[in-house]
């Protein structure tokens, strides 16, 4: 079983950066890949950064440049982050990280991220 816990939103303003982390309690060494996806009020869900296996991460062409998604691994704890530069407010939504296996993914609670203009 694994478990996945979202932290790190909040409100901005256009152009500041944030942060966000994604605790997996339990093991994804067989993991095919994680991702990171946001939903906008009214939108449907849309993938923002998709990290594979094999450590290539592909990015929404509205976020290239400016996310970055990135892995720690820290004893039994492992930590998916992605880092939010220059924020707009078309970046506003929840977002949800999501690990993926062979057979079943799981995802986090999600968190809310709002940018002003």
């Known amino acids: 079983q694994l478990h996945l816990w979202e932290f790190g939103g909040g409100l901005l303003q256009a152009g500041a950066p944030l942060r966000l982390s994604c605790a997996a309690f339990?093991?994804?060494?067989?993991?095919?890949?994680t991702g990171w996806y946001r939903q906008a009020p009214g939108k449907e869900p849309e993938s923002v950064a998709l990290?594979?296996?094999?450590?290539?991460?592909?990015?929404a062409d509205s976020v290239k440049g400016r996310f970055t998604s990135s892995f720690s691994r820290d004893n039994a704890k492992n930590t998916i982050y992605l880092q939010m530069n220059d924020l707009k407010p078309e970046d506003t939504g929840v977002y949800y990280c999501n690990v993926r296996f062979i057979f079943q993914e799981y995802w986090g609670q999600g968190t809310q991220v709002t940018v002003s203009s």
């Open positions: 339990g093991s994804i060494n067989a993991a095919n890949g």
């Open positions: 990290r594979l296996f094999t450590g290539t991460t592909n990015y």
